[in-house]
């Protein structure tokens, strides 16, 4: 079988960017500086909880020490908060009307029985749970996480919704040794179903720095309707142990690359809405399902995938791998977020030529990546145990990426529309995209592509890259523009400023390109190259618009393979202009094209052509 995911998009779509991250006041957790809860009372209590009543209401406005106890309390019993607390020991409640104001929950305190808190909305005081902020030892952060963990099971289970988290800056551990979804959930901070997790600025979760080569900060396990909003989620990047390591699944693990500060696995209707995610060593976010598919694609035996899973307002920066990767979903809605940095680097090598990894971006260092698995069996047919289905990106910006913005790897269904990029959206094997009304403004003029819509055939000589339609877009200040291979494609109304070229096209069939603008005052520029010994066939480029310093055409080889010998492909009623009238429209060593009813201010070239129609053409001077 050969495996899909590894193909790299194209040799332009690494190229490292100049940007430079955004400006990021680290706020450095040095010290405990807890924000206080409103538990301000510290006088004994005068009376024990084992003279509570049935039916009463007990008013906490002293400390109620259980001195270790387990208390079995009568039926039915209300607990009002005014400012007191209960601590260190258990409480079992009799009687289904039982109340506890959630200010009183603590660390120290367990509850059993059938208790409902008086507000579904909860505060977490770091230091009522016993966390430890600041650097501390791997022991500690695993507390930290164990002791969070406990505080947003017990809320849940007392039938609290909002969980919410103002000033806390810690570490958690959350190494996992092995690259499995469950496993990193239990290795996590869970957040459950219908539950929303509402975090400040002043939040800080942080990785505990590790030397496994894989984490989950955040998970969201098979769950429904939860939200993540607000705080900092920071990884472990700069202070990671990346030496080789083999994990306790026997696998080599060297390239440390599955550590992600979100990871949403099986998971239906998820918000992550404002919240800054840095520097984790994979992915800033991880979309999944539960488990891989069966070989056609099916969800069986309760195997879920990700669906309607909305990210919005949120910044990624710094991440190793890619800002976000979305591997098994359907349904998921990019918008208004920004994402910056990821995957800058070089790879190191030694002296024999093997990787060294390091903090340094590892592949494929893309601003959001959508990637599903899939394999191509030996007989030609595909093993899909992945799929990416339904992926909206919108309103949002990316800068400084080091593989590129947005690589559409293996996907259906997309819709990238009003957007910013600096570096670049390219393909490699994804069907049905809409690339609409974006601004491409090339951070480096080297960057080969804007956007890159690539060819690939399966054993079966059928292409898996088509039906896509490229409209409205702005691009300034690229080699190329956009590279066009592939089918069915439809390309119009996109201005296509100061770039070498500005129509790269390379094999490519049934598709239309049309009102397109292509305009560069560069020292070098031209409008429409074929990529050498270019396959076109039954395409029409219609209506387009040409003023550039070199070639409005420079048709080398276009089709010269060809097999055919009628018509492949049309320009009809165009204008093509160039700043200075020695170069020509440039036909050499082509067959098979018909250029007719356009004008020009520079004459044709045909050199070595077969089958090239030259007719009803308007030479103007201008």
């Excluded at 790299?8 to 010290?31: H, K, R």
């Excluded at 191509?376 to 910006?397: A, H, P, Y």
Aim: aromatic letters at 8%; charged letters at 20%.
């Amino acid at each position: 079988m050969k495996l899909l995911n590894y193909f790299l998009l194209s040799a332009g779509a690494f190229l490292l960017t100049s940007c430079s991250s955004e400006n990021f006041e680290e706020v450095v957790p040095d010290a405990q500086n807890f924000e206080q809860s409103e538990n301000t009372v510290t006088t004994p209590c005068s009376f024990d909880a084992i003279d509570i009543e049935a039916n009463s209401k007990v008013i906490i406005d002293c400390v109620l020490d259980l001195n270790g106890e387990v208390i079995t309390l009568p039926e039915n019993v209300i607990f009002e908060f005014n400012k007191g607390d209960i601590i260190n020991g258990t409480l079992i409640f009799s009687g289904d009307e039982n109340i506890i104001d959630g200010r009183i929950l603590n660390g120290s305190l367990t509850l059993e029985g059938n208790v409902a808190l008086t507000s579904p909305t909860f505060n977490f005081y770091g230091q009522r749970w016993n966390m430890i902020e600041g650097k501390t030892t791997d022991e500690n952060a695993l507390t930290n996480r164990q002791n969070l963990n406990k505080a947003i099971e017990t809320v849940k289970r007392l039938g609290g919704n909002v969980f919410e988290i103002n000033k806390l800056n810690a570490y958690f551990n959350v190494g996992a040794n092995k690259v499995n979804r469950k496993y990193h959930s239990e290795r996590s901070i869970r957040v459950p179903s219908n539950f929303h997790l509402k975090m400040s600025e002043n939040t800080f979760l942080r990785v505990q720095p590790t030397h496994f080569p894989s984490y989950s900060l955040l998970t969201t396990y098979v769950t429904d309707n939860s939200v993540i909003s607000g705080g900092n989620l920071i990884g472990d990047r700069w202070e990671h142990d990346y030496s080789p390591i083999v994990d306790i699944a026997g696998v080599s693990r060297n390239e440390h690359e599955w550590g992600t500060t979100i990871y949403v696995i099986g998971s239906h209707g998820l918000i992550v809405d404002g919240v800054t995610i840095r520097e984790a060593i994979g992915d800033g976010i991880t979309v999944h399902a539960k488990t891989i598919r069966t070989p056609e694609g099916l969800l069986i035996n309760e195997n879920r995938t990700s669906e309607n899973v909305i990210i919005k307002n949120t910044k990624i920066y710094e991440c190793r791998r890619n800002g976000l990767a979305v591997i098994d979903a359907n349904g998921v809605t990019i918008d208004n977020c920004q994402i910056n940095d990821t995957g800058k680097g070089e790879q190191a090598f030694n002296s024999a030529g093997d990787k060294i990894f390091s903090s340094a971006g590892t592949l494929p260092r893309a601003g959001i990546d959508l990637e599903a698995l899939r394999y191509i069996n030996d007989d030609g047919t595909m093993n899909e145990i992945n799929r990416v289905e339904d992926v909206t990106i919108k309103n949002s910006n990316f800068k400084g990426n080091a593989g590129g913005d947005v690589d559409l790897y293996t996907a259906t269904d997309v819709k990238v529309h009003n957007n910013f990029f600096d570096s670049n959206v390219g393909s490699f094997a994804s069907n049905h995209v809409l690339i609409k009304d974006n601004v491409f403004e090339a951070a480096d003029p080297d960057f080969t592509f804007a956007i890159s819509v690539n060819s690939y055939l399966d054993k079966k000589g059928n292409e898996l890259n088509y039906n896509y339609t490229i409209t409205g877009n702005t691009i300034r200040g690229y080699r190329n523009g956009i590279n066009l291979s592939g089918k069915n494609h439809e390309v119009f109304k996109n201005n296509v400023m100061n770039c070498v070229t500005g129509l790269l096209l390379k094999s490519l069939s049934d598709s239309k390109i049309y009102s397109n603008r292509y305009i560069s005052a560069l020292e070098v520029s031209y409008g429409i190259n074929p990529f050498p010994n270019t396959l076109v066939d039954n395409v029409s480029i219609t209506n387009e618009f040409i003023d550039v310093t070199n070639r409005p055409i420079n048709l080398r080889g276009l089709n010269s393979e060809s097999t055919i010998t009628t018509n492949q492909i049309t320009f009809e009623n165009c204008e093509f202009y160039t700043k200075f009238n020695k170069f020509t429209l440039y036909i050499k060593d082509s067959k098979n094209l018909t250029i007719k009813n356009s004008k020009m201010n520079t004459e044709f070239e045909k050199i070595n052509t077969t089958n090239v129609i030259v007719n009803s053409n308007e030479l103007i001077n201008r």
